[in-house]
Each structure stands twice: as C-alpha cells, then as structure tokens.
C-alpha cells in the first residue's frame, strides 16, 4: 500500500520507497499507511508538511534539462539518480544545505525585479550541464595553526553550492577520502578553503585554493587527479602545502 517518507512528511509511491529505503535512516525512514503503526506526532508532521510544501523546499531549482521522474515508466537508474541528488546531496534546495532551514523561511520561488530575493532568482536561472564529483583524498605539509599542529577541514564552493569536511585534529598530513557531488554550469571554478578548528575562538584560515574545472568539457571520461597547491588567501605566492583532488564529470542526458 502507500508509504510516506517520515523526515520529510510525504507520500511517494512503491517504485520510488524501494529506492528511498536504499539511501540509509539518515536520509528516509519510511513508514508503511497500512502495515506500521503510527505515533500521534507522525500523524500531526504529515498534516503540518505534505508532498506540495516538501518539493517546494527541496525541488526550488530543479534545471529545466533535467527530467524529474516520478511517471511509472521511467527506469530505475534514472529514479534513483534523481532521489540521490534530491535528498542525499540536496542539489535542487533553493540554499545549499537547505535541509537545515525550516520551510517557512525558505524564500518562494518568484518573478523578481529589484528586492530581497534577487540572489535566490539568481540560483532557479543557473542551467547545470552535468555532475561534478570531487574526492578530497589528502593534504600534505599544511601550516601549523595550533601550538604543534592544527585541526584542518575543508570547504568546498561551486557556484552557489557548499560542502564541508570531517575535521581531522592535530594532523598536518590529513587523510580524508571524501567524496562530494556539485552540480555544474559548465562555467564555475571550484573553490576550495582550509581552516583549523577551534572551540573557544574563531576557526584560523589555513590556505585557500581553486581548481579550473574547464578540462572537464574537452572529452568523454575526462578526469582531474593530481596535487593542487594550497595559498596563503592574502599573499597568493606564499604556499602554504598541498591538497590531492580526485575531480569526475557526469554529463546530463538531454531526452
């Protein structure tokens, strides 16, 4: 029978809950509206939330090349792309981690001429090409924040979107092995600033550097996967260590 998506608060139907139950409890935890028993709160969320006020939030700027497939004929690779970079990955949210706004403050997607919401108009124009998937594998010889060593993590920057890294503490030879998806326009650069993580004061900048992501266009299978130099944000040739990327690009299939 029909489930519903309990983060969320929606009703999706069986094709698209087998796909869901696949990302983790982190990401979905469905309930099934005939099979499992249902907590009063359960019940008052889904009255509050419902399908229309979810795919508002988390489909604001879904680009118009890409098809969205909830018609019973669409394959199951195509689901289940979709559903990862809907949920997982939060592609389409109108703010980078939009997960972690609440839905009434998240701005309505409008026509706009001069006011507020000008910088979200900006996001649901932006035409994405493809998937950018960036593997941070490793730092080497980063500078030393603390009183021996530092605390460093990473944000990553393309376009409108953010990701950020595990901390690893007290390590200036860090071992990440972190995969995170962007999509592209085919134009950003990715951006990439290191910081040292502290508790009691401001976390210190570490470096900062950005990655030409243009190679990726020139053919089929093209890959980037090397060192990339680390700078001092203000002093651009004052090095200040190393960062190994391991960057993939993922066409979109017009149909």
């Excluded at 019973?72 to 109108?94: H, P």
């Excluded at 910088?119 to 941070?136: P, R, W, Y």
């Excluded at 020139?218 to 040739?237: A, C, F, I, S, T």
Aim: charged share 25%; glycine share 6%; aromatic share 8%.
């Amino acid at each position: 029978g029909p489930s519903l998506l309990v983060h969320l608060h929606a009703f999706r139907g069986e094709k698209f809950l087998i796909l869901k139950r696949s990302l983790g409890v982190q990401h979905s935890f469905v309930l099934s509206c005939t099979l499992d028993e249902w907590k009063q709160e359960q019940v008052d969320n889904m009255a509050l939330m419902g399908n229309a006020r979810v795919n508002e939030r988390l489909e604001y700027c879904v680009p118009k090349n890409i098809e969205v497939p909830y018609h019973s004929d669409t394959d199951r690779d195509s689901r289940a792309m979709y559903i990862r970079a809907k949920y997982v990955d939060n592609m389409f949210c109108a703010t980078p981690g939009g997960s972690r706004r609440s839905p009434e403050r998240l701005p309505k997607k409008k026509p706009t001429g001069n006011g507020s919401h000008q910088s979200n108009s900006k996001i649901a124009m932006v035409e994405f090409i493809g998937i950018v998937d960036v593997t941070l594998v490793e730092c080497r010889r980063l500078v030393v924040k603390d009183l021996v060593s530092s605390d460093p993590y990473c944000v990553m920057t393309l376009g409108m979107q953010t990701r950020k890294s595990t901390v690893k503490y007290s390590e200036l030879n860090p071992v990440y092995n972190e995969k995170f998806s962007f999509s592209w326009d085919g134009i950003e650069a990715l951006v990439v600033d290191l910081y040292d993580k502290d508790d009691l004061s401001k976390d210190d900048d570490m470096g900062t550097l950005s990655v030409d992501l243009s190679p990726l266009l020139k053919g089929k299978g093209v890959e980037l996967k090397q060192w990339y130099p680390v700078v001092n944000r203000k002093h651009p040739d004052k090095n200040q260590g190393e960062m190994s990327l391991h960057i993939m690009y993922i066409p979109i299939q017009n149909s």
